[in-house]
Structures are given as C-alpha cells and as structure tokens.
C-alpha cells in the first residue's frame, strides 16, 4: 500500500502530487520536520538544520501554484552532509578543530540542488574528516541506525544514512572516498550511488581529492537517478569536473538487464571477508539478474591487492591532514586518525608514488574487465551493521576487514557503484550488493540497479516505531 504520510513518499510521489495541487511543499516540509522532532533525538542525524526552510518550502510553494516550478526537485526537502560547503553554515567536517565561520558559497553539488529548487533541511553528521566508517564524530557523537539503534549507520556519511532510513526527507547528499555513500546505505537499507570520478563535481577538494566524490543516497533508485540529474552538471571550480552533459539519468532506467553480461566478482586483489547472509544476498542478486535476462557469470578482474594501494592513499591524506593541523589543537581530533597518521608519517615519495602506479594498473584492468562484461556484480559490506558503541580499534586493520573491503576499489579505479538494497538479515537488518559499471558508463550501473530494486521488492524504509 502507497504511504499516505507526505515524510514517507518519494521524490517523484511527491512532484506529482504538486503538479496536481494535491499536496504542498509547506506541507511535505512539515511533515518532514515532525519526524525531525520525534525521531532526530533518537537518530542524531543532523549537525545542524536550516531556519529558512519553511520560507524556501513557501516560495516554492507559490511557484507551483503559479505553474511555473524552476527546476527538477522543486520544493523536495533534502540534506547536505558537513563535509560539503552549504551557504550562510560553517563546514565543521565533525571535527572540533575547525573553524567555525560559515561558508560564503556552496559547494556544487548543493548548487545543483538549489538551482532545481530543492528545500535543503539541514547539515548532516559526518565521521571527523570522512576518514572511517563507524558513525560517530568527535563533535556530534554517535549517529544511530533507524533499523535499530543499537547499531552504526556507518559512514562516513552517517547522518545522510539515518536521515534517509529515518524519512527526514527523500534526497540527502553524501560523499565517499573508500565507501562512504555506499556503506551507510548499505547499513541503513538506501540506494548509494558513487558517480564516475568527476561526473559531479567537487570544492573545496577535501583531505582525499583524488579519490572522493559526492552523490545521492535515497530510499529509491529512481529518486537517486533523479538526484543525480540536478548533481551531475560542470562546475568551473573543480579542475576534474566533465564537460557538461545535462540530461535527466532516468531515461533508460527501466530498460532491463536483458543480455547484459554480469560479471560476479568475489575477488578485489585480495579475498574481501563476507559472512553467511552477505554470501546469500549476494547469491541471491545474482539469481534475481539471471531471472530477467542477464548472463551471469563469475569472474576475477585480475586486480592488483586494492588494500595496499589504499592503504596508502587513505594514510597519507590522514597524515598531511594531522601534520596540517595545529598544534594545539591535534589533541581534540579522533585517537584513531592520529594513530593511521602516525603509522603512515614516514612514508616515502617513492612509496606513495608506486601506489598511484598500482592505482592506474587497477582501473586499466577494470577496463579490460569491462569489455567482456557490462556489470560487475559484489557484495557491499561484509557483515550487516556492527554494533553503534563499540570503539575504534586497530583502524589499519578494520579498513579491509570490518569497514570497506568491497568498496574502496571503485574510488581507486573511479567508476561508478551503487549499493542496492537486496534483503534482511534473521535480525531484521538490511543486506545490500554492489553494481558496478565502466568509468563513465553511470547509465548501466543506474539500469542494473533499477533491475535489482524491481524484483526485490524490499521496504523503501521502516518508519521508527518506538523512539524511546
């Protein structure tokens, strides 16, 4: 049954109730902010809300009376995560150590979505600098998972995770370097979409340019499609940013993976650790492709060892980020952090450069893999959400066992990634898998997810039933 509650429906729902009078953004957004109310004490998903919303909902309110709504996502309540510059807000990137004026301009990615006229909510929560996947940070504390708040939402885009789960909203921008869209929505039951490097531009570049986009994390894929059609335009800021090819990213969407030729990858230069239900969800995607016309088969890119290629470029950008700090201040910044930058202090230049060599190595590889075939096919996580409280302990380590061994790959090579919600654990948990397309091909990776959200079936989200 359709939800009847404004919170609940999705970005497209919506857009056509307002083209039919049927429902206001001053509406949507009211029912978005008394969820806030009774659930974001629960959640602790924003670093901050936005006092003008209410106006933008009512200016966008009179446009639609007027027929004349200014863009795509007119009246759409959305968040930004406080890694990302919003305009008139201080980007305080979860971290006590940063300054606390606002920001003058926004980031593009939020430009996009105020120029197709989006109602932006608020700030969300990030990790301290988006260096881990737990979701907690030194400034805000922990952000807790709406499935079950005794469990993380990941991250490092934690408050986008809650915020989606939890219907503050249908659109929420996160960011990722190693996994950081892709993980949370994994945790919290939401489409996670890694663009292809550049395709939605970036500034300022944060502590991992090279490897770090920005991009949607909704209940639906379309919505994510949607999204990404506001997001997805050039900015002249970012040096890496595509030449602009405006289009609307749900054209094609509902195409099928008829013939498509699925590769199911186990294997990333290394053996990613993946419990029973992981392998089960996965198996399971596979089969759901199958069933619709794909050719499924299992494959091995040929990878070199992502961990060590990694490693190396999350440990150096922790280390220029701690060297960079001052003094005075290294004290209030994550115990964790310091200890990666600590480890990887001493790396030489000929390391680091071996590394981006090994970097370039892995995505010639995956384009060779993608000749052969269209999609890649993973699991996302290795387990489903680990518990919210427990602490951060050997961080080198629980990068490619606990955190994102599925994941960082595809910030390494640059193509895009989605994490599809495929299932429920025996514990009510969402379970998630990975598509993959080549460098630039966003459409196919968009069209197999698609394909996969149809035939799961899965709740969008579960409305929180008791926040006490």
Known sequence: MPPTDPALMSAETLLGLYARRALSPVEVLQAVLQRVALYNPWVNAFAAMNPRALQQAGESEARWMAGR????????????????????????????????????????????????????????????????????????????????????????????????????????????AGGSIRIPAAFCGLVGVKPSFGRIPQWPLGAFANVAVAGPMTRTVRDAALMFSAM?????????????????????????????????????????PLDADGEAALVGAAKLLEEQGAIVEEADPGLPDTRAIFGRVWGVALARLVATTPAEKRPLLDRGLEEVAERERGMLATDFLGAEALRIEAAHAMARFHQRYDILLTACTPTAAFAADQPTLRPTEALWRDWAPWTFAFNLTRQPAISVPVGLDEHGMPRAVQVAAALYRDDLAFRAARALERAAELPTAIPLANPG
């Open 232 to 272: 997805a335009r050039h900015d002249l800021r970012d040096p890496f940013s595509l030449p602009d090819d405006p289009q609307d990213w749900r054209r094609g969407i509902e195409e099928g993976v008829a013939g498509m030729r699925v590769g199911l990858v186990r294997r990333l230069g290394f053996e990613p």
């Open 69 to 176: 709504p200014m863009g795509l996502l007119d009246g759409i309540p959305a968040t930004v995560k406080d890694l990302l510059n919003l305009a008139g807000f201080p980007t305080r990137r979860g971290s006590k150590t940063t300054d606390a004026t606002p920001a003058t301009e926004d980031a593009p990615s939020v430009l996009g979505l105020k120029q197709a006229g989006a109602v932006i909510l608020g700030k969300t929560t990030t990790t301290e600098f988006g260096w881990k996947s737990p979701g907690d940070c030194p400034l805000h504390g922990i952000t807790r998972n709406p499935w079950n708040r005794e469990r993380t939402v990941g991250g490092s885009s934690s408050g986008a995770g809650a915020a989606g789960a939890a219907c503050f909203g249908p659109l929420h921008i996160g960011t990722d």
